[in-house]
């Protein structure tokens, strides 16, 4: 690639949007879509949180080699080789879903899309002032901010929903079983595998086969210890025969107390056939719709193979105790091909960004400024330039209050973020809402990033008119408070999307109105001499704000449950009110005035 070629000029319509969309999209990929990738895939919510959010690093650490990108080469050669590295990491982790360690093999490739990413804003942020006068940057700085919104609204939604088709068009057939309460009635349950007798099929294909397709369930108390005994065997029966491992079975008890439980009833599923090439087929097994006085208490994921797949794998359905008249409802079993939805959705991520590398590699600008610096530069002046700047933002007044805010106003936010999505995706058995892969795309990514967008306007709007010092706490408040609707998601789970929907919306336009303040401050801490330098440094104390907490959030989870979890999101906000009443702002700051 040339170096110090002849500059050019671009119409920034033809670049800044691409270019933008294209800094967006590795990050919403790294930080969101592969914690919805990794729980469809069957990894629990600890190992999903502590490795995903070690991702955040390279966004935390991109400070420390900003200067080589600054030094070395072009801002122009940075954005299109970390464009193509981007491309080859992506289709890297299309090629290892479908392997054994998907996982470890799977993060590694999202390590280096990571540390490419960001490398790719150092530059590009760099390469836009650039590559437009003044006047350009203040016309387009809304319009690269909205096709990096764009960017998340893709990765959130589209993509999320492109997945959830996958996953259900490579898949078998969903199967529906409609359980029924019959009022004073004891159901008798006998745990007898090899009786169990399955409808005979037609299809030349595997498919998945229920043992029944219409239940009934007796609404009178039955034996605890017979109940227990039951729950007991088929526990073990699924997990000897590799339909699930212990970590990932529901952990499930029977309801009732004084010696008695309510009445349940079993479901078995086999395959007609063993799975083609050797492959594995999981099944996802959960309520769709109907009385939520119908519990799941055992088998929400099987995993069949060519060894166990003409053996039946069980569920459990049980009716709470209170239920004393008819209802019903629906579960269904769905068995996608998973991973093959998942290495599609990324091939063609990694297909996309190879068509930004040839894009931009001939439409971007070749501004007179952007030179290659190293032949002008000792390596040694640059690093004695590197260190003082660090240390003079370390020197600025009241620093240590405004790095305690920047790591800790997120506190409560960092650990939501990471376990938002499989809240949504797990099942009510395990105290979430039970929806599926489509569904959160059409949440987060449509309706979610719309109240995102219009609360970060509308936040613009009032900082503008009023100052970073008078709204900072009204912004906090609406940053923090909305987390409450997760609280009321987890203690009533609606069967509804009308109050999830509403519930996401709220928050989303919450977080975007009041993380208007938390911007704001950090321009405002690294105004003054290099202050491109230190609001890097700035951005790499947000990322560690949200990496470390995030890391711990799993593990906190699966100990306390969800309920209790949300419950202490919304206690770890508090520290963030206590150090905004600490920060020193000029009141003028952010207003017209001012300017």
């Known amino acids: 690639m040339r170096q110090n070629a002849t500059p050019t000029k671009r119409n920034p319509w033809a670049w800044i949007p691409t270019l933008y969309f294209a800094e967006g999209l590795p990050y919403v990929i790294v930080m969101t879509v592969s914690v919805i990738m990794y729980k469809r895939l069957g990894i629990s919510n600890t190992d999903i949180a502590l490795y995903t959010s070690w991702l955040y690093l390279p966004w935390v650490i991109k400070p420390l080699w900003s ?50 990413s960001a490398t790719h804003d150092i530059a590009a942020d760099g390469f836009y002032m650039m590559g437009l006068n003044q006047y350009e940057q203040t016309y387009f700085v809304g319009i690269r901010n909205t096709f990096y919104r764009f960017a998340m609204l893709t990765g959130q939604g589209l993509l999320v929903i492109l997945a959830g088709y996958l996953e259900t068009a490579t898949g078998l057939p969903e199967t529906n079983i409609a359980f029924h309460s019959v009022p004073g009635k004891e159901t008798t349950i006998q745990f007898q595998p090899s009786n169990i007798s399955f409808p005979e099929t037609k299809s030349s294909d595997y498919v998945l086969v229920p043992s029944k397709k219409d239940i009934q369930i007796g609404t009178l108390p039955v034996s605890r210890e017979k109940a227990d005994s039951i729950f007991t065997a088929v526990k073990e029966w699924n997990i000897s025969h590799g339909f699930y491992s212990e970590k990932t079975s529901l952990k499930g008890t029977p309801d009732g107390s004084n010696g008695t439980t309510s009445g349940f009833a079993l479901v078995a599923y086999k395959l007609s056939q063993p799975p083609k090439d050797g492959k594995e087929v999981v099944l996802n097994f959960g309520m769709n719709s109907g009385n939520k006085s119908f519990h799941l208490k055992e088998g929400t994921r099987f995993v069949f193979t060519d060894k166990n797949w003409n053996e039946p794998a069980f569920a459990i359905v049980q009716v709470d105790p209170k239920l004393t008249k008819k209802a019903e409802a629906t579960f269904s079993g769905r068995a996608g091909n998973i991973p093959l939805a998942w290495s599609l959705t990324f091939m063609v991520l990694g297909g996309l960004f190879i068509l930004f590398f040839l894009w931009h590699r001939f439409i971007l600008p070749r501004p007179a400024e952007d030179t290659d610096k190293h032949e002008k530069t000792s390596l040694s002046r640059v690093m004695h330039e590197v260190l003082e700047t660090f240390a003079s933002f370390f020197r600025k007044k009241n620093i240590w209050a405004g790095l305690a805010f920047l790591l800790l106003f997120r506190l409560g936010e960092s650990q939501l ?50 100052g970073l010092k008078k709204t900072i706490w009204w912004m906090a408040v609406a940053m923090n408070l909305p987390n409450l609707v997760y609280v009321y998601l987890a203690y009533v789970q609606p069967d509804t999307m009308l109050p999830i929907v509403t519930s996401v919306g709220i928050e989303q336009f919450g977080y975007g109105f009041g993380f208007t303040a938390y911007m704001l401050y950090m321009i405002y801490i690294s105004d003054g001499e290099h202050k491109t330098a230190h609001y890097a440094l700035c951005t790499g104390f947000m990322a560690l704000g949200m990496m470390l907490p995030g890391m711990v959030s799993g593990w906190i989870q699966e100990t306390v449950g969800y309920q209790h979890f949300f419950v202490w999101v919304m206690l770890c906000t508090i520290p963030g009110f206590i150090l905004i009443s600490l920060l020193k702002i000029d009141p003028k700051f952010g207003t017209k005035a001012k300017a």
Not at 69 to 83: A, F, G, S
Not at 432 to 457: E, S
Request: hydrophobic residues 55%; positive net charge.
């Open 67 to 116: 200067p080589v990108v600054d030094v070395l080469r072009t801002k122009r050669w940075w954005i299109v080789i970390m464009q193509l590295l981007v491309g080859a990491g992506l289709a890297g982790v299309a090629l290892t879903i479908p392997m054994p360690n998907f996982f470890r093999y799977s993060l590694a490739f999202l390590w280096l899309v990571a540390f490419s």
């Open 417 to 466: 973020v990471k376990l938002a999505s499989p809240f949504m995706l797990d099942g009510r058995a395990e105290g979430g809402l039970g929806l599926t892969t489509g569904d959160i795309g059409l949440i987060y990514g449509t309706i979610g990033m719309i109240a995102l967008t219009v609360g970060g306007i509308l936040g613009g709007f009032v900082a503008a008119k009023w």
